[in-house]
DNA sequence: ATATATGCAAAGCTTTTGCCCTTTC
DNA sequence: GAAAGGGCAAAAGCTTTGCATATAT
């Protein structure tokens, strides 16, 4: 029943995605991380990032950050860590200090469902907005 | 500096849109809400309720829950609770017995940041997928 | 050899926006 | 009667997909 898994093959795109992914530590977007492998690799689409992307996501070597207002970002990052989300500029960072067992999914029981874990995101308005802000513009999560 | 705001204004589309919305326990997204609206008003355009579900989010009647791959969905409970998401079908259903404090975004310090909230799901698999699974298909979340 | 991956472009979906008319205050 | 809102359709933005070619194993 179950269709049998593609091996997978190590390809130069794949691996200068995942290295470009490792390298920052800013949860680009595809489009972001396409800029950026780019540079490296001229010839690259868009579209093979994406693939690449979820080819990452779904052997466990990347996460995926679900986005406000449908775009996604991603972390290469594999540690247990949270993260602080900017309501105004959409960016990402890395809530490392945090690095405890506050939570653990194994505790929670929602009835009839099989937990297998959860996502804690903390938003807030980072530095650089605060600095900008006139209190004029609507944070993303607002719309 | 700031704008000023607009003052809304009650119109049979909103108050019929937040009404659908309290009724329903299941977080519907732009599109499900749309359909069942029209059961009422059948002139409705999916555009004014996207727009009007920004006002009652704005306007803090309503909340955005973000959605895997771009579609997001919305909460009319404005009641403190958490969600559980199923990563196969994308289901959100309401964790109303963690009602507790467990979180208090006032207590995290995240440098430079102003810290106004946080967003905490929980991901698992739903009754309904559980019973259909035969492995074979790929999570959303996965994707 | 053959399954897997890439590049390119087109298509798909959700969400936003412009325009002009209608409704609310 | 101004300002806010609605309907409709077009546009926008992100992501996925089809197809022919190239590459990895």
Known sequence: MKE???RHRSTVQRRI???ELQRTRD???ADELFQRVRERLPNISLGTVYRNLDVLVRTHLARRIDGVGGQCRFDGDLRRHYHIRCV???R???LTWMDT???DAAGVKAPGYEVIGFRLEF???CPRCKRDADGTETPPTAH
């Open 4 to 6: 049998k898994a593609p």
């Open 17 to 19: 995605i995942l290295e």
């Open 27 to 29: 949860h680009p977007t």
């Open 88 to 90: 105004c500029c959409g």
């Open 92 to 94: 990402v960072d890395d």
């Open 101 to 103: 067992g506050v939570f």
């Open 123 to 125: 938003e807030g308005i």
